[in-house]
C-alpha cells in the first residue's frame, strides 16, 4: 500500500496530465473550429467568400513557377466560403468564373473565365474578360505582400481583397461597383440565359498593339489608356484600368490572413481596412 506522500505526489502529477490534455485539445479545437484551416508561420491564409447571388467558381494560378493551390479551381455556392494555406512568397492569382456547368468528371464550360473548360484549371490561365486578384507575398528583398485587382483582361464580376489584420498602410485593393451593368455593348459578353456576365477590355474586343500597350505601344510613355479603361477607373479607382496604370492601385501590406470577397457590399469595411 502507497504511502500518503507518494499517494499525493501520483495525484499532483495525474492534474498535471490532465491539464495538459485539455490543453492541446483547446488548442487543437480553435485551430481546427469552422472546418477552417488556419495560417502557420510558414504559410499565409486565404479566405475566399462568395457574397454573390449566384454560383462563383474561382479559378486560381501560381504564377513565375509557384505552384497552383486546390488543383487550380472549385465551385463556391452563394454564402459559402473556403480557406487555405499558401506559402510564404507565393505568386499567383486567383478570378471568378460565372456561368459554368461541369459534369461529374469535371469537364464544361464557363462564360466568363474559363480554363479549358475544366473544373480544376491545373495550372491553365483564365479566358477574359475577368476580374484578376493578383499577388506576391513576400519577395527575397522585401518581406511586404503586394497585390492588386486587375481591369486589365476586362471584368465579370466585383471583387475585393483585404487583410484580416496587418498594420499601418493596409489596404483594400478591388473593384466593388457591377461594370457589367455600364458594359457598353461591343464590349458585353453574355451567358447562355442572355444574361451580362462580362464585359472585355478595349485590348479583348479590339486587339493590337495600341489597345494592348504591346509592340511599339509597350511602355508606360506610349501605352495611353483608352475611354473604357477611364470609364473603369472612375467607378473602380482601387483597381488597374489598364497595362500601365498608376501605382495607386498596387498595395503593400505584411498579414497573416487575407480576404477575398466575390460581390463585396459596395459601401462596407473589410477587416483590416485602414
Known amino acids: 500500500m502507497a504511502s500518503a506522500p507518494m499517494a ?22 480553435a485551430s481546427g473550429g469552422g472546418g477552417a484551416s ?3 508561420s510558414s504559410g499565409i491564409q486565404l479566405i475566399l467568400v462568395n ?22 479551381g472549385f465551385h463556391l455556392a ?6 487555405f494555406d499558401v506559402p510564404l512568397g507565393w505568386s499567383g492569382r486567383v478570378w471568378p468564373r460565372r456561368g459554368c456547368s ?13 480554363c479549358g473548360g475544366a473544373l480544376r484549371c491545373g495550372g491553365r490561365p483564365g479566358a477574359a474578360p475577368a476580374t484578376v486578384v493578383e499577388m506576391t507575398l513576400g519577395t527575397p528583398r522585401s518581406p511586404l505582400h503586394f497585390y492588386d485587382v486587375s481591369l486589365v483582361d476586362g471584368f465579370n464580376a466585383p ?13 483594400v485593393a478591388g473593384c466593388q461597383a457591377d461594370l457589367n451593368a455600364c458594359c457598353p455593348s461591343a464590349l458585353e459578353v453574355r451567358d447562355g440565359e442572355g444574361r451580362v456576365a462580362g464585359c472585355r477590355s478595349a485590348c479583348g474586343a479590339m486587339g493590337g498593339d495600341r489597345y494592348c500597350c504591346t509592340g511599339e505601344f509597350a511602355s508606360p ?23 500601365y496604370d498608376d501605382a495607386t492601385s498596387l498595395n503593400r501590406c505584411k498579414a497573416s490572413r487575407y480576404l477575398i470577397t466575390f460581390c463585396p457590399p459596395p459601401t462596407s469595411r473589410r477587416p483590416g481596412n485602414n
Not at 457574397?51 to 487550380?72: R, V
Open 38 to 40: 488556419t495560417s502557420t
Open 102 to 114: 461541369f459534369d461529374g468528371r469535371g469537364r464544361g464550360s464557363c462564360a466568363t473565365g474559363d
Open 78 to 83: 452563394p454564402g459559402d466560403e473556403t480557406a
Open 159 to 171: 471583387v475585393t481583397m483585404a487583410p484580416v489584420g496587418g498594420g499601418a498602410g493596409c489596404g
Open 51 to 72: 457574397n454573390c447571388a449566384e454560383s462563383i467558381w474561382p479559378g486560381l494560378l501560381g504564377t513565375a513557377g509557384h505552384p497552383t493551390p486546390q488543383s487550380g
Open 221 to 243: 510613355e506610349r501605352c495611353r489608356p483608352t475611354v473604357f479603361a477611364h470609364v473603369f477607373k472612375a467607378v473602380c479607382p482601387k483597381a488597374y484600368s489598364y497595362a
Open 8 to 29: 499525493a505526489n501520483k495525484l499532483q502529477l495525474l492534474l498535471v496530465l490532465l491539464l495538459s490534455v485539455m490543453a492541446l485539445l483547446l488548442v487543437t479545437g
